[in-house]
């Protein structure tokens, strides 16, 4: 199917070239040799969305790989990492050029570079009819074999071929991520397909990277863990959260339902926060979805009520276990982990009327990881999913949380924790670096904490006191 893009749409399309004159130059060269140079995947996608349009990657048809070398060399050096599948770079240009290609399933697949296949071919290798269109850059004719479009309006994802989707387990991943990321539902063939294909040996990078994307980019990132329950696969793929379905909960302070339920809510409440920060968002999003993984093995009824004492602490090694599947950053896991840790600390502070001290203890068992502020989001997230009218999150206000922010601010530990009064160097007429001074400066620490004492030399004379006690008996 071949349809001219709206006026509203070139426009759209112009202005984003406009930002890639050198783009813009190579197209009419392509053009002028005889190729017909196509936009295709993502972007067309996102433009066909009103999304706005980052990453660009053209591919050419009726040019061999030669020629396609030839004119890219004539406006910068040419990468060739690519060359054997067919996919080319300017190094002054974060953009593939590629030539259509069929690929044999496999960890290491053979290619075969074929410049004059025709479109239904080219794109019916593509993982979702969604990402199977192009926009011809000369005329701006959208190329839609597979009615992408149509399924874009509908909110359907289906895939272009069958045989060859099942080819890439990552794509089931991929699923996963567009239902949230789009909200988006995959008809019966495609949910059948990723029920059974098999989704073994997939590198932890390539699950990160549609971690990412459904954490990042999803207003209800939840959609996407859900689908996989409703495939029946949750306790296979992360048992973490498949022990979460079916755990039930005090009712009183959990009305949506089961720890799954909640979980999956706060996951999205934690997604609606207004952090700028792609990181601390991702951290957050990962809290989220872990901060009750220790529920399943620590709820208990207590005079006739449900209890989950200690779940916090038990949910820590559950955390690392999945994570570690998911992800090699370990900073992200480690930051994850403390806030799982400590997430009940916000609404336990104000209500026991926490002290300065303990704010600043907290803070420093947070740092360097993870924030008062970061800890705060978790606890706006935890808090508003427990909505028991809807799978959607609360969006009420929480003045006691509120108040846990303005007392780390107001005892200054809000965003970084307390620095030491008391360095090495302060001390080093008395001692040489080594173990000993590390536990003289901690012992320093805890009573500038405790006591709010910060003269540097009522510190020194205080440990120097305790060490002497110490010493007597």
């Given at each position: 199917m071949h349809t001219k893009l709206s006026s509203t749409q070139q426009q759209t399309l112009q202005h984003v070239l406009d930002g890639y004159p050198l783009v813009r130059t190579i197209i009419q060269h392509i053009h002028?040799?005889?190729?017909?140079?196509?936009?295709?995947?993502?972007?067309?996608?996102?433009?066909?969305?009103?999304?706005?349009?980052?990453?660009?990657?053209?591919?050419?048809?009726?040019?061999?790989?030669?020629?396609?070398?030839?004119?890219?060399?004539?406006?910068?050096?040419?990468?060739?990492?690519?060359?054997?599948?067919?996919?080319?770079?300017?190094?002054?240009?974060?953009?593939?050029?590629?030539?259509?290609?069929?690929?044999?399933?496999?960890?290491?697949?053979?290619?075969?570079?074929?410049?004059?296949?025709?479109?239904?071919?080219?794109?019916?290798?593509?993982?979702?009819?969604?990402?199977?269109?192009?926009?011809?850059?000369?005329?701006?004719?959208?190329?839609?074999?597979?009615?992408?479009?149509?399924?874009?309006?509908?909110?359907?994802?289906r895939a272009p071929d069958t045989a060859l989707f099942i080819e890439d387990p990552l794509r089931f991943y991929r699923v996963m991520q567009f239902i949230?990321?789009?909200?988006?539902?995959?008809?019966?063939?495609?949910?059948?397909?990723?029920?059974?294909?098999?989704?073994?040996?997939?590198?932890?990078?390539?699950?990160?990277?549609?971690?990412?994307k459904l954490f990042l980019k999803s207003k209800r990132p939840s959609l996407g863990i859900r689908w996989v329950h409703s495939l029946g696969r949750l306790h296979e793929l992360f048992p973490e959260l498949g022990a979460l379905v079916g755990t039930a909960q005090e009712a009183d302070w959990h009305p949506e339902g089961d720890v799954f339920e909640?979980?999956?809510?706060?996951?999205?409440?934690?997604?609606?926060?207004?952090?700028?920060?792609?990181?601390t968002r991702l951290i957050l999003a990962y809290a989220a979805l872990c901060h009750d993984l220790g529920k399943p093995y620590t709820t208990q009824i207590i005079k006739g009520k449900l209890k989950s004492h200690g779940h916090d602490q038990a949910g820590v090694p559950l955390t690392k276990s999945l994570l570690h599947r998911i992800t090699h950053n370990n900073d992200l896991i480690t930051a994850v982990c403390k806030l799982v840790k400590h997430h009940m600390a916000p609404g336990l502070f104000v209500k026991e009327g926490a002290k300065p001290?303990?704010?600043?203890?907290l803070a420093t068992k947070l740092s360097p990881d993870v924030t008062m502020i970061m800890l705060a989001d978790l606890a706006y997230a935890d808090i508003r999913g427990r909505n028991p009218e809807s799978h959607e999150p609360l969006t009420i206000p929480l003045p006691h949380i509120d108040e846990f922010v303005q007392r780390a601010q107001e005892f200054g530990v809000d965003t970084h924790s307390e620095e030491p009064a008391l360095l090495g160097r302060d001390i080093m007429d008395i001692m040489q670096p080594g173990p000993k001074m590390g536990d003289f400066l901690r012992r320093a620490y805890e009573i500038q904490i405790d006591e709010g004492i910060k003269d540097k030399e009522i510190l020194k004379q205080r440990v120097i006191e305790e060490i002497n006690k110490i010493s007597q008996n």
């Open positions: 002028a040799t005889g190729g017909q140079p196509l936009l295709v995947g993502g972007a067309v996608r996102d433009l066909l969305l009103d999304i706005p349009v980052k990453d660009l990657d053209i591919e050419i048809h009726h040019l061999d790989l030669q020629q396609l070398e030839d004119i890219l060399r004539s406006h910068g050096p040419v990468s060739l990492v690519g060359k054997s599948f067919g996919v080319l770079r300017l190094h002054t240009l974060d953009i593939d050029w590629s030539l259509p290609r069929t690929d044999s399933s496999g960890r290491k697949p053979e290619v075969c570079i074929d410049p004059n296949m025709n479109m239904h071919d080219a794109f019916r290798r593509r993982d979702l009819t969604i990402n199977a269109m192009g926009i011809d850059l000369i005329t701006y004719e959208l190329i839609d074999p597979f009615n992408g479009l149509d399924d874009l309006k509908n909110k359907i994802l949230g990321r789009f909200e988006m539902t995959p008809d019966q063939t495609l949910h059948h397909l990723c029920k059974t294909m098999n989704v073994t040996h997939i590198s932890r990078e390539r699950i990160e990277v549609e971690f990412e909640h979980s999956m809510q706060a996951v999205d409440a934690a997604a609606a926060l207004n952090i700028e920060d792609k990181f001290p303990a704010y600043k203890r």
